[in-house]
């Protein structure tokens, strides 16, 4: 019987890995267009595409009455307020200071509740311990572990405490839930490990303005204060504990809300317009001949990708944005782009110096400056990958098409 | 004057900190990687100066935008931000050039000046077609947040071509 016998195939694998490339980035740039566009969400039941906007602004003014005239108090008291505020991400904060009162103005998109548990309360916290002489068990008071007139002071109170680390604990039931551990100041640590000692396997309390949170040591080295299980209230007792020391106690006078006036925009038109808004500057760039056509039509690849793939980061992580600031990002975005294209010598300079500008406005940066920081990182970071993967698909699609 | 007394008596010392700080922080990184890829302290005297000319020029806009009926408030801060990045880049563009290219056999400074000039300029081009063509959506405090911006980065960005050429020049 005869053999059949096949012809040697000779492949050409790099030819064939380039196809397999242009293949997987034709559809990876489609996807991304898709998913950026508006409306595109409506196309797939599987995933929502929306966009997370966070423009709902609240505005109100609070009046806390301070228990001190001192200049200094007032001043930290306002500066800590500030930093509470700023940490937890609060868009617009102004306080003035009127005599020995403090107004403080708010324009934010955050949670009103935890909003106003930051400003609310001094959190001056100390850890007190129980009076002999007051009967803890007692039912017809069953207030009393929580009254701060029966505990005694003691040496730790914000002073000495250098953070409070909040982290997820095994609790006694089994489960897991937040307990913030206390860190000190190396100066106290003797006093505090023989406190322990003293107290182990027994209550003591930790006094927050006037109210106690019973807590139990159930061994001497480690001081676990028991928090909330709620995630979101987590974050909020973080920067209370975490945000500097209130050197007075306040209380909230008066509170009143206050009109918002923010332009309000809606943010299919503005994903639109901004398309339409390159395609004219880059058919303006075209015709005034300011570039030559080849880096025009990279240019705009290139903006149009960076656009779709922020976006695309947007949709998919569902980050809050509001829609002036996408606008704002998108003036960066395509100036950062055009830049980053046409200055193929320091195109890694650039991005370096984009990304160093972002890092230290994200950390540093109060209010909108730290949102824009923050969002900056993105964007150099979309900037760069987009003129890369931007400039390799044309260079393959005309090699391809060159054939 | 009323805004900047306002400012003055009312901001917390945390917001002096935290702002004066990032924007010192920039300058003297600016200055400190200038003068690593330049070895050349004339270059570090321009990108001083043009800071400065664009922190003028934000305070005087400022100061006008006052006398506007236009609210001014926290998000006025962030042209801040916006003229640091633009002018940045841009030096950054500029002494990559410088870098790279200096120790080229026919390298000469007019060539290098005609290099700045021309991406400055294509530069403020964009800025313009880019902050202009995005305006039309925007009114109020956020359309002079872009005003201001395109005025301090795109006038600092063009003196600092001036300066280049009469210190290097020279």
């Known amino acids: ?403 | 004057m009323n805004i900047f007394i306002n400012i003055y008596r009312n901001w917390t010392v945390y917001e002096w900190c935290f702002l004066g700080g990032s924007l010192l922080l920039i300058f003297l990184l600016s200055n400190l990687g200038t003068y690593l890829l330049t070895k050349d302290w004339k270059f570090n005297k321009i990108v001083s100066i043009t800071y400065a000319i664009s922190a003028l020029i934000y305070i005087f806009t400022i100061f006008v935008l006052q006398f506007l009926p236009i609210p001014i408030s926290h998000l006025s801060t962030t042209p801040l931000l916006l003229t640091v990045l633009i002018v940045t880049i841009n030096w950054t563009t500029f002494i990559s050039y410088y870098a790279k290219f200096k120790n080229r056999k026919n390298f000469t400074i007019t060539e290098l000046l005609k290099e700045q000039k021309r991406d400055s300029i294509r530069n403020i081009v964009f800025l313009t077609l880019a902050i202009l063509s995005t305006s039309i959506f925007l009114k109020g405090e956020l359309l002079a947040v872009m005003f201001v911006t395109f005025l301090s980065s795109a006038i600092s960005i063009y003196l600092s071509t001036l300066l280049t050429r009469k210190f290097i020049d020279d």
């Not at chain 1, 953070?163 to 307990?179: A, H």
């Open chain 1, 1 to 403: 019987m005869a053999r059949i016998r096949f012809k040697k195939l000779k492949v050409n694998w790099k030819q064939f890995f380039n196809y397999v490339l242009l293949i997987l980035l034709s559809s990876g740039i489609l996807l991304t267009f898709l998913i950026a566009l508006p409306l595109t969400e409506r196309l797939s039941d599987i995933q929502a595409f929306d966009l997370n906007i966070a423009d709902e602004f609240w505005s109100k003014e609070y009046i806390l009455d301070l228990k001190s005239e001192e200049n200094s108090d007032i001043r930290k008291t306002k500066s800590v307020l500030f930093k509470r505020l700023n940490d937890y991400g609060v868009e617009e904060v102004s306080i003035y200071q009127e005599d020995s009162q403090l107004r403080v103005v708010v324009e934010a998109t955050k949670p009103q509740d935890y909003v106003e548990e930051l400003i609310r309360n001094p959190y001056r916290y100390s850890i007190v311990t129980r009076k002999e002489e007051i009967d803890f068990e007692d039912e017809e008071n069953q207030l009393a572990p929580y009254l701060e007139e029966n505990y005694d002071e003691t040496l730790f109170d914000t002073k000495v405490f250098r953070n409070i680390y909040i982290t997820e604990l095994p609790n006694s039931s089994g489960g897991k839930s937040y307990f913030g551990i206390a860190k000190l100041w190396p100066g106290k640590l003797g006093e505090f490990k023989s406190f322990l000692q003293e107290y182990k396997e027994k209550y003591v309390g930790v006094n927050i303005d006037g109210f106690v949170t019973p807590v139990y040591i159930p061994d001497d080295t480690i001081f676990a204060i028991p928090l909330s299980d709620d995630k979101g209230r987590i974050e909020i007792m973080d920067i209370l504990y975490n945000s500097g020391n209130i050197p007075i106690s306040y209380e909230l006078k008066e509170q009143k809300d206050l009109e918002v006036k923010r332009l309000s925009m809606d943010y299919i038109q503005i994903t639109i317009a901004l398309f339409v808004s390159i395609i004219a500057i880059y058919l303006y760039l075209y015709f005034s001949k300011t570039y030559s056509a080849d880096l025009i039509l990279r240019s705009l690849f290139t903006t149009l990708l960076s656009l779709a793939i922020f976006l695309l980061v947007l949709k998919i992580r569902a980050l809050p944005i509001h829609t002036f600031i996408i606008l704002i990002d998108a003036v960066i975005l395509i100036a950062l782009t055009n830049i980053v294209q046409q200055n193929d010598e320091s195109r890694i300079s650039v991005s370096v110096v984009a990304l160093i500008i972002a890092t230290i406005f994200s950390i540093l940066g109060i209010g909108y400056l730290k949102i824009l920081g923050s969002h900056l990182m993105l964007l150099s970071a979309t900037a760069f990958l987009s003129v890369e993967i931007g400039n390799l698909y044309i260079d393959k699609v005309s090699n391809y098409l060159k054939k």
